[in-house]
């Protein structure tokens, strides 16, 4: 599938800057699920400073903030050629050895509900993928899909208190949960092309286990199902920290507001 992509992220700014810097991973990657086209990033406000692959394997702008500036706008568009691999990306690529994403984070640590969820399942003569499934299938009876309940410090443990969240909680917790069932696993950010809209509020997020004689496989809990050609991955990472689309930070005083626009199209 050919999807053609936008993403607009405005920023801000209650009171000028005196200087910012941001890290992008906004570029999406030729890899074995997906083919890039073409694709260019732009800022207003701002300049594109170098760019990098991080350890992960994703690419990274670095980006300046023009000084005085009380707005900036980043955009990024680009075609992306995709195929329906059943969820599964297969072996590990980038820097990082499969075994460190069994390392616990702030976003992902282990605590009691993670604990309970686990012990909830039935796990009972059921193979890797069907174990995975089961947990998905328990993340989303127990904490619903439903915005503004957390954000983007929120970690796993508190959404499961809360009892609701979103994709980034979803995967949060599968993360967790996946990694105290003996599974190394990681968050991917990205976009979905929805069956019912061109336009979204943001992009997407889903989780990755890794799973022997298979690979990465990927688990969309939100939408419970493994990703397919609908699906262009960014980055990857430990927890959203790490695979954030737009992050850092900046010099000054007042605070910001951030309004994102994404879309997603099948091309013809």
Known sequence: MRLKISHTTDYQLTEPTKYGLQQLRITPTTNALQTVKEWRVEMIGGKLETHYTDEHGALVHLASIEPEKTDLKIFAEGEVETIDASGVFGKQIGFMPVWLYQHSTPLTRIGQGIRALVRSLDLTDKDDISRLHELCAAILRDIPYETGRTNVETSAEDAILEGAGVCQ????????????????????????????????????????????????????????????????????????????????????????????????????
């Open 169 to 268: 909680d979803h995967a949060h917790i599968f993360i967790a949960a996946a990694r105290h069932m003996g599974f190394p696993a990681r968050y991917v950010s990205g976009y979905l092309m929805m069956n019912d809209r061109e336009m979204q509020d943001a992009g997407h997020a889903w989780a990755e286990a890794y799973v022997e004689g298979l690979g990465w496989v990927g688990f969309d809990v939100s939408n419970e199902i493994c990703p397919d050609d609908r699906y262009v991955r960014l980055a990857v990472g430990l927890d959203y920290s790490e695979a954030a689309p737009v992050s850092g930070m900046t010099w000054g005083q007042g605070g910001a507001s951030m309004k994102v626009m994404v879309q997603v199209q099948q091309q013809q």
